[in-house]
């Protein structure tokens, strides 16, 4: 469930009013997700996504994911569109929490993941970098280094209670990509999305239609973003990497913006970094997980598999 704030009748109506887009009809819950509350907004004039921002999300960082939202909708890219209210604001206040209003994008994710959808998810991944290359905001990566730390040292206590061993293995390799990871002036380094993800990729008659959730998006190696992509789609059910999956998506992706002579030299490291920073995020989320909460945290565990796969991964880039 992604719903944690329930809004007022008479706030609800005020809030639609700052809109010129008509009169409201209905608002019903989307279930989707973990980390906002998120609706199904529907006015005379169409659909609408209405979110409020919680606890996780930083309200200094929302200017950034709308100006990128904005920025890559004005390049074609197929992603929700902030809408400003008649006074051109884009951010509200709703509930005493920030707030704001997308456009509605049709399709859904897929339920079954095929070479031919990792070929079109490269496709979109590389064409979102280069859409982003004239793209002046900028914001520092809060779950690579420096966040990881925190999460070792919150999970330390209590990990090998998910898995023995698990946080030997995580405190050597954090301390091996430390040493190892590449210089930000080595290598292409812009807005990426970061949370590329099969449920933030809508498909529809068969075709990459949407991307949606851009609230992990920051500054970083667009070569680290097409890591955490092949490790959210080129694994099957097992966590076994499906290497048809894998060459689909780098044929897809470097149909469009062919990978470097460096990025293909940290593409391990990378992969591996990527497989970190999920098994720290959901391990965390598992430790810390509230007693009769509705959201079921995902599974530390596929991601202890890929890291350990990664870590002795060999592959013709």
């Known amino acids: 469930m992604a719903v944690y704030t329930r809004i007022p009748d008479d706030e609800l109506q005020q809030f639609v009013k700052r809109y010129a887009l008509g009169n409201f009809i209905s608002i019903t819950d989307i ?62 206040r709703l509930c005493n929490k920030p707030a704001a209003l997308v456009s509605f994008l049709n399709g859904k994710a897929r339920e079954t993941i095929t070479p031919y959808a990792c070929r079109e998810a490269g496709i979109a991944a590389a064409t ?19 966040g990881w730390a925190t999460l070792i040292t919150r999970c330390m206590e209590k990990g090998d209670d998910v898995k023995a061993g698990i946080t030997a293995l995580i405190t050597s390799e954090f301390d091996y990509l430390k040493k190892h990871w590449p210089q930000k002036s080595s290598m292409p380094f812009g807005a990426v999305h ?17 991307v949606i959730d851009f609230y992990f998006a920051c500054s970083e190696f667009l070569a680290y973003d097409l890591a955490i992509t092949i490790n959210a789609w080129c694994f099957d059910d097992a966590h076994t990497l499906v290497p048809e999956r894998l ?34 995020t959901r391990l965390h989320d598992m430790i810390y997980h509230p007693p009769g909460a509705l959201v079921t945290p995902k599974d530390p565990l596929e991601y202890y598999k890929k890291l350990t796969f990664f ?3 060999t592959h013709e880039w």
Do not use: W
Not at 71 to 88: E, N, Q, R
Not at 134 to 146: C, P, V
Not at 194 to 210: H, S, T, Y
């Open 31 to 92: 279930l989707a997700g973990v980390e906002n509350s998120n609706f199904f907004l529907k006015l005379d004039t169409g659909t609408y996504i209405l979110t409020i921002y919680e606890k996780r999300v930083n309200e200094e960082d929302l200017p950034f994911f709308m100006d990128l939202m904005r920025h890559l909708a004005a390049k074609g890219i197929p992603c929700p569109t902030p809408i400003a209210d008649a006074k051109g604001n884009v951010l509200q």
């Open 128 to 146: 979102m970098h280069r859409a982003t290359a004239d793209f002046k905001g900028t914001r520092a990566n809060g779950l690579s280094f420096d």
């Open 194 to 210: 970061a949370d590329f993800f099969p449920d933030n990729v809508f498909f529809e008659n068969d075709k990459l239609c949407g």
């Open 247 to 280: 060459q689909a998506m780098l044929d897809g992706y470097q149909s469009i913006r062919p990978l470097t002579a460096d990025e293909k030299a940290a593409m391990p490291l990378f992969l591996r970094g990527a497989a970190l920073r999920f098994l720290l």
């Open 311 to 313: 870590q002795g991964f």
